[in-house]
């Protein structure tokens, strides 16, 4: 398959420190955004280490001749991610109490597979259609997932950088894996909260829709979050699927 990609991100108005990581992998078609958690108890180094992880753990097995090796697993790159925060934890008491969400898509031969934790999200834009491919681990959503809250309520809510899943290397998680089809000129986006706090679905769309760069894409949302007041980390990826 054919891709063409661009990712930006930035610290935002009101942080000192970017927490979220991102990489792109185009030779393996793997592409994630980790948003860290924990302040002082260093959620950067928390995402820098999940990506540095799944990245690893699936370049070992993509490829892999023992028959027994999971190819591109991203359920098991997640708990590999998992398990090398508890010995980063466990080796630097500064460490303990860190955490990271984390979305990651590795794209096959006419599909892509998409594993998460925690609130970053994936979205696919296809003929001018936004569909999120995700869904978000938040005390928010499990709140207008029962009723009782309003998806504008959820939006502007005190709790809703609360997240109810991530990797937090103290015990297993529970990732959601799917996947998808895929067609050609679709675009895939993946983000973390920075971003979809405050700009809506609507005005996604429209960049993702209008620029024909990625690389511009990219920029104009993060510009479109700092102009909504920047209050946290952005990252965004954008993915193009050209051809198979």
């Known amino acids: 398959m054919r891709i063409s990609w661009a990712a930006a991100t930035h610290p935002g108005l009101r942080r000192s420190v970017n927490e979220d990581a991102f990489g792109a992998r185009p030779d393996l078609g793997l592409f994630i955004v980790a948003d860290g958690m924990g302040g002082h108890a260093a959620g950067d180094v928390a995402s820098r280490l999940a990506v540095e992880e799944i990245e690893g753990f699936i370049a070992a ?15 098991a790159a997640f708990v590999h991610a998992n398990q090398r925060l508890t010995r980063a934890m466990r080796a630097e008491a500064r460490l303990r109490g860190m955490a990271t969400t984390a979305s990651a898509v590795l794209v096959g031969r006419t599909d892509v597979a998409i594993a998460h934790v925690g609130d970053s999200r994936v979205y696919r834009l296809r003929q001018g259609r936004l569909t999120q491919l995700t869904r978000d681990h938040s005390w928010v959503q499990e709140e207008v997932d029962a009723g009782r809250l309003s998806i504008t309520e959820a939006r502007h809510s005190m709790w809703r950088h609360i997240v109810t899943r991530a990797l937090t290397g103290i015990e297993d998680p529970t990732i959601d894996v799917t996947s998808f089809t895929l067609e050609v000129g679709d675009r895939i986006l993946l983000c973390s909260d920075g971003l979809t706090s405050v700009v809506d679905d609507d005005r996604i769309r429209d960049v993702l829709g209008a620029e024909a760069s990625l690389e511009r894409a990219s920029g104009v949302l993060i510009d479109e979050a700092n102009r909504a007041g920047g209050p946290d980390n952005i990252t965004a990826i954008g993915l193009q699927i050209d051809g198979f």
């Open 61 to 75: 097995t993509v490829n892999a001749e023992d028959e027994n090796m999971p190819r591109g697993d991203l359920r």
